[in-house]
């Protein structure tokens, strides 16, 4: 019984930890996405950083639309990688959470 109950939280962690670092990703792409879109200044180190989470983690939707203004195109394309990395961290994350051994109450 002890073992489950270790396993479920071990589980459960790994879960939460899938989650949290899936928003933070997604979190620092939404920035990145703001900081375009008001011409922040990219000499700057936070979006020099945000920007290097943006092309390491986000390149997948890099040229997904491509309207005419290049600064709503990269924002829009941004906020997609954004979206992406959240939903699909909540996902994995409530797939790993099934995977976690069930307790049974005491009677």
């Known amino acids: 019984m002890a073992a489950r109950n270790a396993a479920s939280r071990v589980v459960t962690s790994l879960a939460a930890a899938v989650r949290l670092v899936s928003s933070v990703v997604g979190g620092l792409i939404v920035l990145y996405a703001v900081f375009v879109l008001f011409e922040a200044n990219p ?19 890099v040229g997904l ?24 961290g909540s996902l994995l994350s409530k797939a790993i959470t099934r995977l976690a051994p069930r307790t049974t109450a005491k009677a």
Request: aromatic share 10%; proline share 7%; hydrophobic share 60%.
């Open 43 to 61: 000499a700057n180190p936070l979006v020099e950083f945000t920007a290097g989470v943006r092309n390491d983690l986000g390149a997948f939707t």
């Open 65 to 88: 639309f491509a309207p005419e203004d290049p600064k709503i195109a990269e924002t829009v394309n941004a906020l997609i990688a954004a979206i992406v990395w959240v939903l699909v």
